[in-house]
């Protein structure tokens, strides 16, 4: 397994933004699926965004599709989930999750499918 590390999570307004990112260790980055959890007090961790190996292929929960939008740099290791139009409900731990060789032409929305995971990085949306 790679080593996954999130950050930029925070306070911040309703309505107002947020980027997390997710630093992966290793050289095989390029090989993982990415996928965005997140776990809110009292809640099952449920899915919020993934993207392919290649980064052609997103998708999004219902919840947050057309808010945010998950992209990576393979250069740097790195996946990011660009949130915006933030609400209260969002308020959660986001995770970071990564699973080598899966189909980069499939959707992963299940924490199962994922194998890898990151410490996790609060956000917390103030009404």
């Known amino acids: 397994q790679v080593h996954l590390v999130e950050s930029g999570g925070g306070l911040v307004q309703a309505g107002g933004s947020l980027r997390l990112s997710c630093t992966v260790s290793?050289?095989?980055?390029?090989?993982?699926?990415m996928g965005w959890f997140r776990q809110a007090p009292g809640k099952e961790r449920e899915f919020v965004s993934t993207?392919?190996?290649?980064?052609?292929?997103?998708y999004y929960d219902d919840s947050v599709k057309g808010r945010f939008a998950i992209s990576r740099d393979n250069s740097k290791n790195t996946v990011y989930l660009q949130m915006n139009s933030l609400k209260p409900e969002g308020t959660a731990l986001y995770y970071c999750?990564?699973?080598?060789?899966?189909?980069?032409?499939?959707?992963?929305?299940?924490?199962?499918?994922?194998?890898?995971w990151g410490q996790g990085t609060q956000v917390t949306v103030s009404s």
């Open positions: 999750a990564a699973r080598y060789g899966l189909n980069s032409a499939i959707y992963y929305t299940d924490l199962r499918d994922y194998t890898c």
């Open positions: 290793g050289r095989t980055f390029s090989g993982h699926a």
């Open positions: 993207i392919n190996r290649n980064g052609d292929r997103t």
